[in-house]
């Protein structure tokens, strides 16, 4: 095996596109929140996109462990590193998204179940409210994994050009 089996490669690219939009569908929301005009609409989206990850991110655990993963590329301290940002960034694709729900259930959000609109919260809505805190740094630990973890793979492509990008790729070697 020197690849990444077909549909762990499709479920680590689709991650990658819904993060992205659930990233700047949080930030529109909280800037609706802001200004005291959050939708029920607007929640639905971002919430659907991040559970979706949630979602994505266990059926991957599950592939992983019956497809298992192509052996370490090499057994540098810096592979080491790479291997452990990939289990924090499972941790972070796994905690974000329930810290989002866990923000819902002990928030004003939760008028989300009622369905009124109008009792969402308003500006500083979520001052005091945990999971929410946990939540807002959770994303900025994951663009901080996902950068370097962006970086690492560039190097291998354009500096080490030892084809570790092939093993997250769809076309097969063999
Ligand atoms: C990996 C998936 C997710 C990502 C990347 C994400 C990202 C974000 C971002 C960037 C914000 C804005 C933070 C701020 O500046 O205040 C946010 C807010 C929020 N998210 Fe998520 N989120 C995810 C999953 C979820 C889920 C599954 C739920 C609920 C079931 C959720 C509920 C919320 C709530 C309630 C807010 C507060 C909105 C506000 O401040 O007005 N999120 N999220
Ligand atoms: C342009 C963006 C990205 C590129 C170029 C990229 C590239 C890669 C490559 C080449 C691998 C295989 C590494 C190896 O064989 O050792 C990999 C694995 C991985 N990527 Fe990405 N990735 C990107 C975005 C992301 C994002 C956004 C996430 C999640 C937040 C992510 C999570 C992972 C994880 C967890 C693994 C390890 C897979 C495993 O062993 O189970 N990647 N990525």
Redesign the pocket.
Known sequence: MTQYSKRMVIVHWLTLAL?IA??FL??E??E??DESK?TLAG?IV??A???T??LLTVTRLLFRSKDGTPPPIGQTAMDKVAKGIHHFLYTV?FV??VS??I??VT?D?GALLAGDATLL?KEEG?EHVFA?EV??VL?NV?IVLVVIHVLGAIKHQFIAKDGLMERMMLRRKD
């Open positions: 993060l659930a990233w949080g930030e929301l909280a609706a929140t959050a929640y971002h919430i996109a991040g559970a990850i949630l694709l974000l998204p989002g729900m923000t819902v928030s959000a919260p979520y929410h939540h807002e994303v994951l």
